[in-house]
């Protein structure tokens, strides 16, 4: 059964800094290129950031550029995925959620999300 289980979001105020955890498991997720998106109210879905599969390539959305660190820890059959985001904004607002993909394919198992607050 594949999971994607996020955690750690919460209440911050704005310069404050949050790490978010994503544990994948149900599939050889060490293979597979991870990513974390956002949705904030009556906004679309936004990209975040990405990591590939060893963790040796990340790319960031500009708007988090700087700020945001995506890492992961492939070393166990659950895969962690993370998000370390610092100097928080209230823009920052949102569900965040981790999805997973094989290279080159659409991202195709994604989580439920878990809600990150600034406060300004």
């Known amino acids: 059964q594949v999971q994607l289980v996020e955690s750690g979001g919460g209440l911050v105020q704005a310069g404050g800094s949050l790490r978010l955890s994503c544990a994948a498991s149900?599939?050889?997720?060490?293979?597979?290129?991870m990513g974390w998106f956002r949705r904030a109210p009556g906004k679309e879905r936004e990209f975040v950031a990405t990591?590939?599969?060893?963790?040796?390539?990340?790319?960031?959305a500009d708007s988090v550029k700087g700020r945001f660190t995506i890492s992961r820890d492939n070393a166990k059959n659950t895969v962690y995925i993370y998000l370390q985001m610092n100097s928080l904004k209230p823009e920052d607002t949102a569900v965040y959620t981790c999805a997973a993909r094989q290279s080159l394919s659409d991202y195709q198992y994604w989580g439920q999300g878990t809600q990150v607050t600034v406060s300004s």
């Open positions: 149900g599939r050889t997720f060490s293979t597979y290129t």
């Open positions: 990591i590939n599969w060893n963790g040796g390539s990340t790319y960031y």
